[in-house]
C-alpha cells in the first residue's frame, strides 16, 4: 500500500506526463506481480462494488476523532472530498505498516462486503491505526469505490509496454476487459500483460476478448472550422464515410467459438443486459467482431436516450421492460471477419465487407453522400428530428486506431463527431453550490432558472430580484424565476474565479452547501436534449446542460422564459 | 458583574474605549497597536505606532519612516490607566500579544499566532522567533486561520526532512529547487529550517530587506544569494531558491530553466489547493496554528469569554459554545478570502491566500 500510495502522490503531483509515465515504470518495475495486478486494474478504471456504505465510513471517522456529525460536516465542505477529510480529521495513526495491495485488497477490502456493519467498523478502524494520511485515503477511496487518478489508460499501457520492451497496442489489446468487474486480476493476469511471448489465445476466457475501441473526437467549432474551409481542410466529401451519429451504447459485439460477447465502451461485459444483440449476432459464423451502437429502436427510428438509459438501470428483464425498450444494434464496423483482423484494412473496404456480411441480418449505419459540404450542412440540420445527434466522419483510408490519439491535421486517420449546434437558452444564476477535488472550495456548481413569462421591463424583472433578496415568498401567478437546470462546466478557470467572488458578494442565505445569490448573472446554456419531466420543478429536464458563456451584455429581464424551453419539446 | 468591554469593533478596526488606541486598524487612526509586521495587519498612515522591540527591524524595512514606539515583551506600560504589555505570539519576528488590563479585566488579542498542539517542545518552536507565551485573561481575541480539525501539522522535523529530500534529489538531477513562501516570516522559516550543506541558497529580492532585518536582530539565518551575485549559472542547478509566489510563470524564474517547484503554505494540506497551485510540491508549512494548537492555545489562558477573528469565525464559535465557553466573533479585515482568491502577487503571509471555504464577507452574528 505504501509503495502505491507513493505512485498515487507521484501522479497526483504532476502535470508531466513523461514524469507520469516514469513514475508508473518505476511503480511496476519494483512491485511484485500480484500488487501490480491490483494496482493496473485500479489506475485503468477498475472500480470493485462499493464494499462499505458512505455513511457508515463517515460515522466511524467522526467517532474516532471525537467530533460532533456538525464539525465533520463542516470540515467536509471545506475540503470537498470525503476520503480525504477522513484521512486527515483521523487522529495520527499507531502503528503504521506495510502490507501489499494484493493483501489489502484481497484479504481485507473484498472480504468487508457483506459483512456485519459491527464487524467492518472494527476491521476498519484498526486498518486506519496501520495507514498514514495518503494510505488512509486511498483506502477510503478504494473501500468507497470512488478511486480516480490523473492518468489515462492509454498512459498507463505505455509505461507497462516500455517496462516490459513490447509494443503498446498489444498491450491496450491484452487488457481489453482487464477492469471489467466480474474479473478479479491476479499475478497470471498481470503477467500475462506484459509478457514477451505472443497471446496465447485459445483458453475460454480469451475467447472473448474484444479490440481496443476506436475513439472519435469533435471537429473544432465552427469558429475555429468555418463550413467554408471544410474542402480545403478536410477534403471532398467523397473521401469520407459520413454516418449519422446515434445516441445509444457504443458497443463491441464478438462471436467466437459459439457464442457472443457484448462489450461496452467501458470495457464492461455486458452480454446478459442484451439478449436482443446476442439473438441478433448469434447467426454469424465464429471468428466476427461488430462495432456498433446499441439503441432503442421504435417505430422506425431511434428512441431517446432516456429510454435506453432506463433499461439499463433495470437489474432484470421482464417481457415488459424489453417490449417497452427494444433495442437493436447498428453496425458501423467490421473488425475481425472469419477470424481475421481488419483493423489495417481501410476505412471503406471494412465498410464493404461489414455491408457483405451482416445485410439483412442486422441494421448496418446508412451512409450519407452528398455532392458538397454546404448539402451536408443543411442534411445535418435534421438531425433532430431523425433522433439523432448529428454526423460521423469517417476518411475513407483510415485504419481503425487504438484509443482516443490525435492525428496531424484533420484530413487523416482520425474519426470526427460533426454534432448538431446545442440547444441554448439565457438563464439566471439563483444557487451555487462549491465544486470537488481541484474545485472544492470554490464555487463552480450553480443552477439556473429562467422566467415564468417574459417580464414587462426591466423594472418588474428588478423587482422580482428585489423580493428575492428580501427573501419575500414569490406570489402564486405571479413572475418569478423557475430553476430548470445545474450545470458546472464550460468556464474556463479565471471566469470560475470571477463568478465565485461574485457569488459571495452576492450570497442571500446557506443551506448547508448550498448559497442562495441575489440573481445579477446572466449564462448562456446549451445542452443537447430537453423532455418533459413530472419530476422537475419547472416540469422539464434538459440533458447535458453546460455552460457556453457569461453574458454581460444580457440584462436580467431579457434572461429566456419557460415558454422558450417548451417551444424547444 | 462585568464591566464594559475592554476590545470593540468599530469600522477602523479593533478598539480599546478607555485607552483610546487600535490594535492592528485597518484605516488611518492616531495610536495603533500592531500585532506584527504582515501588510493586513500593520498598514500605513497611522500617527503613531506601537510595537514589540524584536519589530522593529521588519516593521520599518516594510512601512519605512512611521512613527513608532517599541516595547520590550513583558514590560508593562500605562496608557489612560490601561497596562498593555506585549507577549510573543510566535507567528514572524517581532509578532505579539496585546495584553490589557483595566477595571480588574484582561484581555488578550492574539494578532496571528503559531504554537505546536502537543505538550512543549522546543523542536516545534518557530525558530525564527520568540516561542508563543501563553497569557492568562478573562477574555481571549483569537485568530482561526485554520480553525478546522482537518488542520494538524506533522512534526517539523518530518516536513523539512521531506523539503530536504526534494532539494537533495532536484540537485542530483542537476535541476533548481524553486520554493515559493511568502518573503516575509514563511521565507525565514524555511532558511532556517533546511539543510543548507545540501547547495547554494539564492533568495528573491523581495525576500532578502527581511532577511537582513532577520539577521540584524540575530536570527543566525545561513549564507544566501541574490541572483544578481550568482555570475556562474551551473550554480543554479544545486541551488535552493525561495522566492514570494508571485514569482510563479513569470521571466524571473524562467531563469532556473527545468526547475522543479514547490510551495509552503499550511494551505498545502489539501489536495485541492495544491492542484490549483499546479506546483510539483506542496509543503504544509504554516505560521499559524493548526486545530490543535488553538485550542491549546485557548485553553492555557483560562479565559471564559472567546471572540474569535478571521478564518473559519463559524466554527470555532460554535466549537467554543459547545465547550462551555461564551463565544462570538468579529469581523476584521484580516486575511480577507475574497482578495485571496484573486491575488497571489501581495507579499503577504498566508491568511491571505486562505482558500474560498468558510465566507468571512457573509458573517453570520448570532
Known amino acids: ?569 | 458583574m462585568k464591566g464594559a468591554d475592554l476590545i470593540v469593533q468599530r469600522p477602523e478596526g479593533l478598539y480599546c474605549p478607555p485607552g483610546d488606541f487600535y490594535i492592528d486598524p485597518w484605516r488611518p487612526v492616531a495610536r495603533a497597536v500592531v500585532t506584527h509586521a504582515h501588510a493586513d495587519h500593520a498598514r500605513r498612515g497611522h500617527a503613531h505606532y506601537l510595537a514589540a522591540a524584536p519589530a522593529e527591524g521588519v516593521l520599518r524595512a516594510r512601512l519605512g519612516e512611521i512613527t513608532l514606539q517599541t516595547l520590550p515583551y513583558g514590560e508593562v506600560i500605562d496608557h489612560f490607566g490601561v497596562r498593555v504589555s506585549l507577549h510573543p505570539a510566535g507567528h514572524v519576528l517581532g509578532s505579539a500579544q496585546v495584553r490589557l488590563e483595566h477595571g480588574g479585566q484582561v484581555w488578550v488579542a492574539s494578532g496571528d499566532y503559531f504554537v505546536a498542539g502537543s505538550e512543549h517542545d522546543a523542536r516545534e518552536d518557530n525558530a525564527t522567533c520568540a516561542p508563543f507565551e501563553p497569557v492568562r485573561c478573562h477574555t481571549f481575541i483569537t485568530e482561526s486561520t485554520f480553525g478546522l480539525p482537518i488542520y494538524r501539522w506533522a512534526p517539523q522535523r518530518e516536513l523539512f526532512a521531506e523539503v530536504n529530500a526534494w532539494w537533495q534529489a532536484n540537485a542530483d538531477a542537476g535541476r533548481a529547487s524553486l520554493l515559493m513562501g511568502y518573503s516575509f516570516g514563511k521565507a525565514q522559516r524555511l532558511l532556517m529550517g533546511v539543510d543548507a550543506g545540501i547547495g547554494p541558497i539564492v533568495v528573491h529580492g523581495a525576500v532578502e530587506p527581511l532577511n537582513r532585518a532577520y539577521r540584524e536582530a540575530g536570527v543566525a539565518l545561513p549564507p544566501t544569494l541574490l541572483v544578481t551575485d550568482v555570475t556562474e549559472k551551473a550554480l543554479f542547478k544545486r541551488a535552493l531558491v525561495i522566492a514570494p509566489p508571485s514569482i510563479a510563470n513569470s521571466v524571473w524564474a524562467r531563469r532556473f530553466g527545468d526547475a522543479s517547484d514547490a510551495f509552503a503554505s499550511g494551505w498545502m494540506q489539501l489536495r485541492g489547493a495544491r492542484r490549483r497551485r499546479s506546483v510539483d510540491r506542496g509543503f504544509v508549512l504554516s505560521d499559524h496554528a493548526d486545530w490543535p494548537g488553538l485550542q491549546r492555545a485557548i485553553q492555557a489562558t483560562g479565559a471564559s469569554r472567546v471572540i474569535v477573528t478571521h478564518g473559519f469565525e463559524d466554527v470555532m464559535v460554535r466549537w467554543l459554545r459547545e465547550q462551555g465557553l461564551e463565544a462570538g466573533s468579529f469581523d476584521t479585515e484580516y486575511g480577507r478570502e475574497d482578495d485571496a482568491v484573486t491575488s497571489d502577487t501581495a507579499v503577504n503571509d498566508e491568511s491571505i491566500a486562505a482558500p474560498a471555504a468558510v465566507p468571512i464577507n457573509v458573517p453570520t452574528h448570532e
Open chain 1, 1 to 569: 500500500m505504501k509503495r502505491f500510495a507513493q505512485l498515487f502522490n507521484a501522479l497526483d503531483a504532476s502535470t508531466a506526463t513523461g514524469a507520469k509515465v516514469d513514475a508508473l515504470k518505476r511503480y511496476f518495475s519494483a512491485a511484485a506481480p500480484a500488487d501490480a495486478a491490483w494496482a493496473v486494474y485500479f489506475l485503468a478504471g477498475g472500480k470493485p462494488r462499493q464494499v462499505v456504505p458512505t455513511a457508515l465510513l463517515r460515522a466511524l471517522a467522526t467517532a474516532r476523532a471525537g467530533i460532533a456529525e456538525w464539525l465533520f460536516e463542516a470540515s467536509y465542505q471545506a475540503v470537498g472530498d470525503l476520503a480525504e477529510t477522513i484521512a486527515h480529521i483521523l487522529p495520527p495513526p499507531q502503528a503504521v505498516g506495510d502490507v501489499g495491495l494484493a493483501e489489502w485488497v484481497e484479504q481485507r477490502l473484498l472480504p468487508l462486503r457483506g459483512m456485519a456493519p459491527a464487524q467492518q467498523a472494527v476491521n476498519i478502524d484498526a486498518y486506519w491505526d496501520e495507514l498514514d494520511a495518503s494510505g488512509r485515503f486511498l483506502l477510503v477511496k478504494l473501500i468507497g469505490g470512488g478511486f480516480r487518478v490523473g492518468v489515462s489508460k492509454l498512459l498507463v499501457q505505455r509505461a507497462l509496454a516500455e517496462g516490459a520492451g513490447i509494443d503498446a497496442k498489444l498491450v491496450a489489446q491484452r487488457m481489453m476487459g482487464y477492469t471489467d468487474a466480474k474479473r478479479a486480476p491476479d499475478a497470471r493476469a498481470y503477467l500475462k500483460l506484459v509478457t514477451q511471448e505472443p497471446s496465447a489465445a485459445g483458453t475460454a476466457e480469451d475467447m472473448g476478448q474484444p479490440y481496443p475501441f476506436f475513439l472519435a473526437h469533435a471537429l473544432p467549432q465552427p469558429a475555429e472550422l468555418p463550413l467554408a474551409e471544410f474542402d480545403a481542410r478536410l477534403g471532398a466529401p467523397g473521401d469520407w464515410l459520413i454516418e449519422w451519429k446515434y445516441d445509444g451504447i457504443r458497443a463491441q459485439v464478438v462471436k467466437r467459438a459459439g457464442q457472443v460477447w457484448v462489450w461496452s465502451r467501458g470495457e464492461e461485459l455486458v452480454t446478459e443486459r442484451f439478449p436482443e444483440i446476442v439473438a441478433l449476432v448469434q447467426g454469424l459464423p465464429d471468428g466476427t467482431v461488430l462495432d456498433g451502437e446499441i439503441v432503442v429502436w421504435k417505430d422506425g427510428r431511434p428512441a431517446a436516450f432516456n429510454l435506453l438509459q432506463q433499461r439499463i438501470a433495470r437489474t432484470t428483464l421482464t417481457k415488459r421492460v424489453l417490449a417497452d425498450a427494444p433495442v437493436t444494434l447498428i453496425a458501423y464496423d467490421l473488425l475481425e471477419w472469419q477470424g481475421a483482423d481488419l483493423r489495417d484494412v481501410p476505412q471503406a473496404e471494412r465498410r464493404a465487407v461489414l455491408v457483405a456480411a451482416v445485410q439483412g441480418r442486422i441494421e448496418v449505419s446508412p451512409v450519407e453522400a452528398r455532392a458538397t459540404w454546404a448539402e451536408l450542412a443543411l442534411l445535418r440540420e435534421e438531425s433532430r428530428e431523425r433522433g439523432v445527434e448529428g454526423f460521423m466522419l469517417k476518411h475513407v483510408d483510415a485504419r481503425y486506431g487504438s484509443g482516443r490519439k490525435k492525428q496531424q491535421g484533420l484530413g487523416a486517420g482520425t474519426w470526427w463527431k460533426w454534432k448538431v449546434e446545442p440547444f441554448s437558452v439565457d438563464a439566471v444564476l439563483i444557487y451555487a453550490q462549491a465544486g470537488h477535488g481541484r474545485r472544492a472550495s470554490v464555487y463552480t456548481d450553480y443552477t439556473f432558472a429562467v422566467w415564468s413569462r417574459a417580464p414587462a421591463d426591466a423594472a418588474e424583472a428588478q423587482a422580482v430580484v428585489d423580493a428575492i433578496a428580501k427573501r419575500e415568498p414569490a406570489q402564486a401567478g405571479a413572475l418569478q424565476l423557475v430553476a430548470f437546470a445545474k450545470a458546472y462546466s464550460g468556464l474556463t478557470d479565471a471566469e470560475f474565479k470571477r463568478v465565485d467572488a461574485v457569488i459571495r458578494k452576492t450570497t442571500l442565505e446557506k443551506f448547508g452547501p448550498v448559497r442562495s445569490v441575489k440573481p445579477t448573472l446572466v449564462f448562456e446554456l446549451g445542452f443537447e436534449g430537453i423532455n418533459r419531466s413530472p419530476r422537475h420543478k419547472s416540469g422539464i429536464a434538459v440533458r447535458f446542460p453546460r455552460m457556453l458563456r457569461i453574458r454581460d451584455d444580457k440584462p436580467l429581464h431579457e434572461a429566456d422564459t419557460l415558454q422558450v424551453l417548451e417551444a424547444l419539446l
